[in-house]
Structures are given as structure tokens and as C-alpha cells.
């Protein structure tokens, strides 16, 4: 199945906005002629002031640094909001969709500027001004999105924590880039459960002294305490506020978000993206990637915690002036027919989601799927982690009824947007590869050594020049920014994700290779996890590796050892459990808990992680050299106990 070819349908190549010529044209354009390329994209934006300067960005350690436009000056919510009310303002800007099924909102362009004004002139009537940081910590609900247009239009950044993150995981971002202000709901609500949002808040503002304000919008009306002289409703807040705020003119290179993002050690670092090269990078992917037409209703099935909602749900398609569907709900929930049903009512031309929960649906039987029309569809997209050839079949086949090419689209926070992806009028597609890099995008190949790979191969995937939609720094460490990931091959981008190149070119994403796993297309770094366990006063040491896991790609593995004279028991695994959740957040639940007496250890004492995986994978007969170990005795000792996979 994985050798399978889907060519490029003909009327596909006839009206695409790219076909294999002119992609073939603009990519050599966009890495030999880089400022005139760019300049030319640049256009889709409008600029308060015209830059001059486009691409002035290295790699290298001596004269290391990323700007594109540097002098420019525009502002994002004029893109996505002010340019749009003359041709567009009656169009639905932003389509919702609540958990329960019911009644939809339909919020124009106008309504969505007139709104984001009105907050805008809240958060500075509660002291934020430019620069300052806003933690917004929300469910899926239309005031997210205003929430982040409102920062952009009066120059403040944003971080949003994904509601799914506990009090601990939020008070720790908070605190990293002193926010001071915070906007929160008094819940959320997904599959009918409501989820303490403002709750979780007040136990992490415990802990954050920067912040002022918190403003809260009521979505289920459950029951909170409103901290006098901190907390302000949303709703009566924007009764008084005029809805009359001018855009902020900024530079292109001045910070517009935070999202915090697990790497392979210590705790999450602030990815920062900055305003001009992330929008045009937003806007262009998402206008050639999803063949976006005026018109078109579009849904990205993310959550805007993710970079995933920021980059798809809000800034692409509101900056192309597009119909954006936000789900409150979930896949499952009534019943797995639910992400249909919402394709027949909303009419969705365009849909993008991860694998994740397109393997959840498919176990359900087609029947969930094949009860809907879903003729309205024209286009698949899949984003967020490898997607087996298996689940991209049933995807092409049975929801997209073999008519909807499927754009497989590789990327990372850090990146800002699609990296490597087909575009479906120009790129045969084989189902699990993300096929060919974008315009501007120079992928390599290099061994663990560095040596650069050519031809069909499989190495280490770095990218040797710069994109304008490139994180900038780590908010607060830039030091840490360069360290993570232009050292280990020095001059390039390190991605941390290994991958295979064909005869044809075409990139197969392998997974990552470093101490991150991808759950559910979340990416979790192994040495948070382990943190979190040995922060338990049972736990002596912990160590957390991936394994394969049918629905989530991968799930967590969690070896502890406990203190001497604490004996294990399945009350101690749950209460275990039960802590990280707690500490992290239910997304980094370990699916797999073994006691370990001992940990395979190195003679100088570091834990070898090869062996731990290999053990969590059931690969037990190809373990390797185990002969360079403290004690081998400890791997025949975890191969024994191994317990039952879930
Ligand atoms: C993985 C999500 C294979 C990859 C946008 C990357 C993928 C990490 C794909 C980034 C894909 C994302 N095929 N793997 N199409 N898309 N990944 O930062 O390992 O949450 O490094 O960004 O997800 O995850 P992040």
C-alpha cells in the first residue's frame, strides 16, 4: 500500500492555482532569487510602511541572526480584520460550532473587528500596552480567536496555554514570560464535561505575582470567585468599551506570540515568533496548500492551544479572508458521525485534522462515515505527526470518497506553519509521505556525524537556510534558541525528526529522534514526565521513553524506581497516574507504568534509553550490546516484569 501513487487528478492540474510546473518554477525562484521572491509574496499583505530590506538572516555562529522585512511596519489584525470589511464584511469570518450540537455562531468580518476593538480597548484600559505579555488560557469558543487579534492589534503578545494543561503547567508559563494580564472562561466544555478553567487559574495565580488582570468570559455559567479588583467579566466589560481602537503599526520583526513547546530536555521552552515573516508564511501556506478559494468554508480541526490553531484556525485563513470553522467538541462525542455531520452542516469544502483521530474514527466501522453526504468536500489535509499508509487509505478512501487529494503537511511550532507538504494541483501523492518542501524550504539529509546525505537515503532532517515564518528565539534565552537547534549540525536547522528520502525526492517523516514523543499529535518531552514522577515523594527515579501506540501513534512509558522499603502496588501505579495528570495535565497520562527495581545505566551512570525503548516496544531480541552496562542483570529484571500493554 505505501508503494501506492495518487497522481495528480487532471482537473486538478488544470485548475489548481499550482501545477507541477509552476511549482517547479517558483521553488527554484524562491532559493535563487530569495529577496525577489519573497518581496513578490510579500504583497498579499498590506504594510503600514513598505520594508526594503527582505531576507537578512545566518546560521552561522559568528554572524548568527534571522530577519526578513526588518522595515517594514504593519499590524496582523488589519490583515486579517480591516482589509477584508470594504469586499467582505458580511462574509462569516468565524464559523462555531459548541460541543453540544446546537446552534451554531456565525460572526462576520464585521462583528469579529468590532469585537476585537472593543477588547483591544479593555486590555488597555487594564494597563497592558505594547509588548506586554497576555496569557490566554481558553477553550474553543469565537473569544479565543479575539482574545489573539485583540493582542496583535495594540502590539501586545500573546501565550496561550492549551486548556487541557493543569494548574501547575499553566502558573509555570505564566510565570516564564511575566504575563500580566491573563483572559480565561469559567469553563470549558468538551463531550458534555465541563473543565475548571478559571478554577485551575486561581490555583496557579497563587504562584504568579506579574499578573494584574484577569478577564473571563462565561461560557457555561458554572459557578467561580471573582477576585475583587483582579477580575473583570468580558461581558460587562465590553458593554462600555468603544469599539473604536487603531491598529498598532509594528515592526516586522517585533515579537507577536509565545507558544511554549516540549523540547528534549528541561522544561518548555517560549517559542517566539515575530510579526511580518510568520503572517506572510501563515497566509501564503495556507493559500497554496489547501488551494484556498474565496468562497470556500474551511475547517482545521485543531485546537488554538496548539500552533497548529494559531497558524490554520486564526491567522492563515483570517488573513486570506476566509470562512474559519472552530469546534468546541470533540471526534467522538455524541458518536464517532460527528466531524461528518458538521462537513454536511456547515458545508466544508476543505478539512484538516490530525491522524490521531482520523485512527480513532476508523475504528468505529465506516458506517459513521458513510451515513453522511460529505459531498461538499474537495480537499484533505493531515498535520502533526507520521501518518500511516493504513489511516491515510481509509482517510482518501472512505471519507474523502477517493475523490480529495490528501495534503500530508510536515511542520513544527518551531517553524510556524507547512514545511514540506504536496500542493495538490502539482504533487503525486504516496500516502505517509509529505512529499516535497515548500517555496523557500531547503530540507538536507546529513548522518548523525553531519555528513551531508545524498540521494535516496534516511538521515537526521535539517533545513540550511532560513524561512520567513522561522521561530526567532526562545522568549527570555536566546542563548538556549541557538544551543537547541544550531549546534548539533552547526550552520543548520535541526528539526530533531528523522526522515527518508525516495528515488523521487519525496520526504518520509520517520518520527523524532531526540527525547520527544508525539501523543495524539502533542508533543511531549520525555524529561518533563520524568520530572513530574520524581517529584512524588515515592519516587526515587524515573525514566520515560515512547512506545507504539494503535490510536495515538505513540504512548508514554514510564520505568520507576521507587524508594527503598516503598513497596509497588496497582493503588501506587494509579495514584501515580493520577500525579502527573495533575502536574501536567491528562495529555501526558503514562499509558504504560513499570516498577523498576534497577534502571540500565552506563558505568558512568547514564540511563540507557536505547534499551528502555527497545524493552517498551517488546523489541526484546535485538537489545544490543548490553555488555557496556553497570549492572546487565537490571534489563533481564524489566524484560521479566514487563506488565501487560494496555
Ligand atoms: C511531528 C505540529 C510526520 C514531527 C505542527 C514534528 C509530523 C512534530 C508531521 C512537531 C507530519 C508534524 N508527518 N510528522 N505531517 N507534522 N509532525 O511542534 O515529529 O506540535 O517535529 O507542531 O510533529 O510538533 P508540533
Known amino acids: 500500500m505505501s508503494q501506492a501513487i495518487h497522481r495528480v487528478p487532471a482537473e486538478w492540474a488544470t485548475s489548481a492555482k499550482i501545477d507541477a510546473a509552476g511549482y517547479a518554477e517558483r521553488y527554484e525562484r524562491s532559493i535563487s532569487d530569495p529577496d525577489g521572491f519573497w518581496a513578490e509574496e510579500a504583497k498579499r499583505l498590506d504594510w503600514i510602511e513598505p520594508f526594503a530590506r527582505v531576507k537578512e538572516t545566518s546560521f552561522a555562529e559568528a554572524d548568527f541572526g534571522i530577519k526578513w522585512f526588518a522595515d517594514g511596519k504593519l499590524n496582523v489584525s488589519a490583515n486579517c480584520l480591516d482589509r477584508h470589511l470594504a469586499e467582505r464584511g458580511d462574509t462569516v469570518a468565524i464559523l462555531w460550532e459548541p460541543d453540544t450540537p446546537g446552534e451554531a455562531r456565525r460572526i462576520t468580518y464585521r462583528d469579529l473587528h468590532a469585537e476585537v476593538c472593543r477588547l483591544a480597548n479593555i486590555l488597555k484600559d487594564n494597563g497592558v500596552s505594547r509588548g506586554d505579555r497576555v496569557t490566554l488560557y481558553m477553550p474553543m469558543i469565537p473569544e479565543a480567536a479575539m482574545a489573539m487579534l485583540a493582542c496583535t492589534r495594540i502590539g501586545a503578545i500573546h501565550s496561550i496555554v492549551f486548556g487541557g494543561f493543569s494548574a501547575d503547567a499553566l502558573a509555570g508559563r505564566i510565570q516564564d514570560c511575566d504575563s500580566t494580564l491573563v483572559i480565561t472562561a469559567d469553563e470549558g466544555l468538551r463531550s458534555g464535561k465541563a473543565i475548571p478553567l478559571k478554577g485551575n487559574l486561581d490555583e496557579a495565580l497563587k504562584r504568579c505575582p506579574s499578573v494584574q488582570k484577569v478577564v473571563v468570559v462565561r461560557r457555561t455559567g458554572g459557578a467561580v470567585t471573582m477576585q475583587e479588583g483582579r477580575d473583570l467579566w468580558y461581558h460587562e466589560a465590553l458593554e462600555t468599551a468603544s469599539a473604536d481602537c487603531a491598529p498598532e503599526a509594528m515592526g516586522a520583526e517585533d515579537p507577536l506570540f509565545i507558544l511554549y513547546t516540549s523540547g528534549s530536555t528541561g522544561q518548555p521552552k517560549g517559542v517566539l515568533h515575530t510579526t511580518g515573516g510568520y503572517l506572510v508564511w501563515a497566509s501564503m501556506t495556507h493559500d497554496y496548500v489547501f488551494d484556498y478559494r474565496p468562497g470556500d468554508i474551511y475547517w482545521c480541526a485543531a485546537d488554538v492551544g496548539w500552533v497548529t490553531g ?42 484538516y485534522a490530525a491522524p490521531t483521530a482520523l485512527r480513532a474514527l476508523m475504528r468505529e466501522g465506516d458506517d459513521y462515515v458513510t451515513r453522511t453526504d460529505r459531498s461538499s468536500l474537495r480537499l484533505l489535509g493531515s498535520v502533526g505527526e507520521p501518518i500511516n499508509p493504513e489511516a491515510w487509505d481509509w482517510y482518501h478512501r472512505v471519507v474523502g470518497d477517493g475523490r480529495c487529494p490528501i495534503v500530508d503537511t510536515w511542520w513544527q511550532t518551531e517553524t510556524g506553519g507547512a514545511m514540506i507538504s504536496p500542493l495538490p494541483g502539482a504533487t503525486d501523492l504516496k500516502p505517509g509521505s509529505a512529499t516535497k518542501p515548500l517555496f523557500g524550504v531547503q530540507p538536507q539529509l546529513v548522518d548523525t556525524e553531519g555528513k551531508v546525505l545524498d540521494g535516496a537515503t534516511e538521515g537526521c532532517l535539517v533545513i540550511t537556510d532560513s524561512w520567513p515564518g522561522q521561530m526567532r528565539t526562545v522568549w527570555g534565552d536566546h542563548d538556549r534558541f541557538f544551543q537547541t537547534y544550531f549546534t548539533t549540525f552547526p550552520g543548520k536547522y535541526f528539526t530533531g525528526d528523522g526522515a527518508r528520502r525516495d ?43 515512547g512506545m507504539p501506540h494503535p490510536v495515538k501513534g505513540q504512548g508514554i512509558y514510564a520505568y520507576v524506581t521507587l524508594n527503598a522499603n516503598v513497596p509497588d502496588s496497582e493503588e501506587l501505579r494509579k495514584e501515580l497516574s493520577q500525579w502527573v495528570r495533575r502536574e501536567i495535565g491528562p495529555i501526558a497520562t503514562p499509558d504504560v507504568i513499570q516498577f523498576a527495581p534497577g534502571l540500565p545505566k552506563t558505568r558512568s ?20 550490546d548490553t555488555s557496556t552496562l553497570a549492572d546487565p542483570a537490571v534489563v533481564d529484571n524489566l524484560i521479566e516484569n514487563r506488565p501487560m500493554m494496555p
Open 310 to 351: 494559531h497558524t490554520y484556525v486564526v491567522y492563515g485563513p483570517l488573513a486570506n479572508g476566509a470562512t474559519t470553522v472552530m469546534f468546541e467538541g470533540v471526534p467522538n462525542w455524541p458518536d464517532p458521525s460527528r466531524f461528518w455531520e458538521l462537513v454536511d452542516k456547515f458545508g466544508v469544502n476543505i478539512f
Open 503 to 545: 528515488a523521487d525526492g519525496d520526504y518520509w517523516i520517520t518520527g523524532r529522534i531526540d527525547d520527544v514523543i508525539n501523543v495524539s499529535g502533542h508533543r511531549m518531552g520525555t524529561a518533563e514526565v520524568e520530572s513530574a514522577l520524581v517529584a512524588h515523594a515515592k519516587v526515587a527515579e524515573a525514566a520515560v521513553v
Open 605 to 624: 551512570g547514564k540511563i540507557m534509553r536505547r534499551i528502555l525503548r527497545k524493552i517498551a516496544e517488546g523489541d526484546i531480541g535485538s537489545l544490543g
